[in-house]
């Protein structure tokens, strides 16, 4: 590993998408997140990139949807409204297959909500926001390292399946600062673009970018194919941290919820309950064969977010009522407390595993 | 030890910049450290507070809702952090802004004029600095040398010519009685 | 046997889907000579919107993008600036350009991007089946003014290139009209223009091409180019707005 540096969330990201070679960079303001524009105003035009900001939420994406097709390594990065504004851009891309690198910086909602951090995006995100049927690689980083590592990774994921990848954090992850160390250099793959529209220079055959199939068979089709990439993805790219595997209770929690959990499990060991995490890295797909390796011992599951209760059905359906499950959620951009949480899991403790 | 600090008063004070030095420099003396602000409206003119952990393990939760170290800055943040802070906990309060002790006794405190002294020397910014000194004489939440490290590190150039004076203000709440 | 008359190379040979005594087929034929004569079609991409030319992919011969409603001018310059090199084009009708699109093509133009827009307006929503379009004209029927477009309740008709003629950014705008062999002329080297600009590195150019829309006016085409003349030029009159002088 490399150069050490105190950063911000969103700091890193922009500089792991730099360092990934991604030279192109499409935005509106929006917080909290803004700093990520700001980093890349300041950055790309010193690397040879361009940094352009949109008239709006919808010219960004559509922008980010031009300049994928042409097989650059592009971004975009927003908040939840903004977020939403995107979704049309978001299903022409799934349809027309361009990779390309979404970052939401989740805060409150509905409606303009607040600014405050918020999980509350997860349906949106991980169950197509946007009209067709279409996925997007989700990854939910929990610590400032994370973020720059997963954002490397996102335009590898982007780029091997021709789709978005999109970095879910929230205005926490985003605002804090903390340690990230670099790598000296970075795993990029390199895909040979042949569908890109470069311009066929009288040498092949003309290419076309578009998501428009009239014809239902052909247009059913080309679903079954995006369908087929989707379990490929489903079976290869599921990723996931299971932290204290012999856990009676396990929490589920994924970004800096998941943090704030594992200060839980410290709480819970001095009490002699014996809590575990596990932590979704990518929320879709969603890593079902997690709850497999701990699903014998484990004699209940408590899932911590700051929704109403969102990726819980997505753990409901992992553990198809297999044990039992609780929620604890905050919303409005509250932040579940340690000792709330402690709470739900002495009462869990009192229920399921001590006089068992 | 895990330092679990919260740092609050009126944006404008230099909370979040006191915060962030205490994480460079946490980071310096390497430990593990977080550091995650209030924003948005509070930066401009409300209420600012930011939470920083330092650890010599990873950090669990950047996000705190109890503290073993607290400075104060104003009394809103006083009445609003006092019961956060952990048992056997600090607090170190600008007493020039604050006009009351803590009200519980199983917790320390430390009253500063800070902003008056810091306003004899001729630079009220430079409070916040002063009740860092306290701090880090009590808790040694971070190192004195890897502090004067971090200010050149997070200070921007045209302000490095202030940093001696800065590092007297550190001395002078270390050695306040 | 000499040729004198041939399809231009830019265009493939998909047999046209449009309507009979519609001018899309003209305005496609301007681009593609212009493609052709200027000899960058391997280095253009167009960008195609929503509307009846949503296909447009399948006549012109280049790389293509197909953009969402309204956005072609930000899909351009997403591609411009990724591919400063190449030649980009939009190919946009009067609804997709200057109702849902607005906000693109306004600031499209305000940033001057290299990019070149070829606007069709035939005052009406096409491929929906004849709906009032921002450019419908003051007392004409469409299906959601059946009664004719009232201004008290449906607004006036926007003029597109005297609207963009009053921003710094665009360097060549001009309004030309398809309704018969002297005007198609003069459209012809208004589009070649156009893309000359963009190769010049001079800023963003936009050409309205004054169309019909025979099926949607209820007219016969030899009445559509009628009614392009009497009515629409008198509300829509040609000439250059921006970039007179302009040499390329």
């Keep these: 590993m490399g150069q050490k540096l105190l950063m911000k969330g969103n700091e890193a990201i922009a500089e792991a998408a730099i360092r990934a070679g991604c030279l192109h960079y499409f935005g509106y303001p929006i917080t909290p997140q803004t700093e990520i524009s700001h980093y890349m105003a300041k950055k790309l035009p010193k690397v040879g990139g361009v940094f352009l900001q949109a008239e709006s939420e919808v010219a960004a994406i559509n922008m980010v949807y031009g300049s994928g097709s042409t097989g650059t390594r592009v971004m975009t990065s927003s908040s939840s409204p903004g977020i939403s504004l995107k979704q049309e851009g978001l299903s022409y891309i799934a349809g027309s297959q361009i990779p390309a690198v979404v970052v939401n910086i989740v805060r409150s909602g509905p409606g303009l909500g607040g600014i405050q951090p918020a999980q509350s995006d997860y349906f949106q995100s991980c169950k197509g926001g946007g009209h067709g049927d279409y996925r997007q690689i989700v990854l939910a980083p929990s610590s400032v390292q994370e973020l720059y590592e997963l954002t490397v990774e996102a335009f590898n994921l982007a780029d091997r399946y021709r789709m978005v990848a999109m970095i879910m954090g929230d205005g926490n992850l985003g605002q804090m600062m903390e340690v990230v160390e670099f790598r000296n250099e970075e795993p990029i793959e390199h895909y040979d673009k042949q569908w890109a529209t470069v311009g066929h220079e009288n040498s092949r055959e003309q290419n076309v970018v578009t998501s428009i199939h009239l014809n239902p068979a052909v247009l059913e089709k080309m679903n079954l194919d995006l369908q087929e990439k989707y379990r490929v993805i489903k079976e290869k790219e599921c990723r996931y941290e299971i932290y204290n595997q012999d856990a009676d209770i396990f929490i589920v929690a994924y970004g800096i919820v998941a943090r704030i959990a594992k200060s839980v499990i410290e709480m819970a060991k001095d009490k002699g309950i014996n809590v575990g995490l596990l932590r979704p890295i990518t929320l879709w797909p969603f890593p079902d064969q997690a709850f497999d390796q701990v699903i014998d011992k484990a004699k209940a599951f408590l899932t911590v977010e700051m929704s109403s209760g969102q990726m819980l059905e997505d753990v409901k359906l992992a553990l198809n009522g297999r044990k039992p499950v609780y929620f604890h959620g905050r919303m409005g951009g509250m932040v579940p407390a340690r000792d709330d949480i402690m709470k739900e899991i002495r009462n869990i403790y009192n229920l399921h595993v001590k006089n068992d | 030890m895990v330092h679990e600090v919260i740092l609050a008063g009126f944006g404008g004070q230099g909370i979040l910049s006191a915060g962030r030095l205490l994480a460079e420099a946490g980071m310096l003396d390497g430990n593990h450290v977080s550091w995650l602000p209030s924003y948005g409206p509070e930066m401009r003119g409300g209420t600012a507070n930011c939470n920083v952990v330092v650890s010599k393990t990873p950090v669990d939760s950047p996000v705190l809702n109890s503290c073993n170290e607290l400075v104060i800055m104003n009394k809103p943040s006083l009445d609003k952090f006092e019961t956060m802070v952990e048992k056997g906990g600090i607090v170190i309060i600008d007493s020039s802004i604050v006009d009351r002790d803590v009200k519980r006794d199983d917790i320390n405190s430390f009253l500063i004029p800070a902003t008056n002294i810091a306003s004899e020397m001729g630079n009220m910014a430079f409070a916040n600095i002063i009740l860092l000194g306290k701090l880090i004489k009590e808790r040694q939440t971070v190192s004195v040398e890897n502090f004067e490290k971090a200010l050149y590190a997070v200070l921007s150039e045209r302000k490095h010519h202030l940093i001696p004076q800065e590092m007297e203000a550190l001395k002078i709440g270390m050695d306040y009685k | ?248």
């Design chain 3, 1 to 248: 046997m000499a040729i004198v008359f041939q399809k231009p190379k830019a265009l493939k040979d998909t047999p046209m889907h449009y309507c009979p005594g519609c001018t899309h087929g003209i305005a496609h034929r301007l681009v593609a000579e212009a493609l052709d004569e200027l000899d960058i079609e391997g280095k253009t991409i167009g960008i195609a919107s929503v509307g009846c030319s949503y296909n447009s992919y399948d006549y012109f011969g280049c790389d293509m993008i197909q953009a969402p409603h309204g956005r072609a001018p930000a899909v351009a310059t997403g591609v411009k600036r990724s591919k400063p090199d190449n030649v980009v084009f939009t190919y946009q009708g009067d609804g997709d350009l200057a109702a849902i699109g607005t906000a693109e093509i306004v600031h499209a133009a305000a940033r001057g991007e290299k990019i070149t827009v070829i606007f069709i307006n035939n005052t009406i929503y096409g491929m929906t089946s004849g709906q009032m379009a921002p450019t419908t004209l003051l007392n004409q029927y469409s299906t959601t003014t059946p009664y004719g477009r009232i201004a008290d309740q449906h607004g006036f008709p926007i003029n597109v290139c005297e609207m963009l003629a009053t921003l710094e950014g665009p360097a060549y705008i001009e309004r030309v009209s398809l309704h018969d062999v002297k005007h198609i002329k003069k459209a012809k080297q208004a589009v070649k223009k156009a893309f000359k600009v963009q190769i010049a590195n001079k800023g963003f150019s936009l050409v309205e091409l004054l169309s019909t829309c025979p099926t949607n006016w209820g007219l016969s085409p030899v009445e559509s180019l009628k009614r392009v003349e009497d009515d629409m030029i008198p509300h829509y009159p040609l000439g250059v707005f921006k970039g007179k002088d302009l040499e390329v």
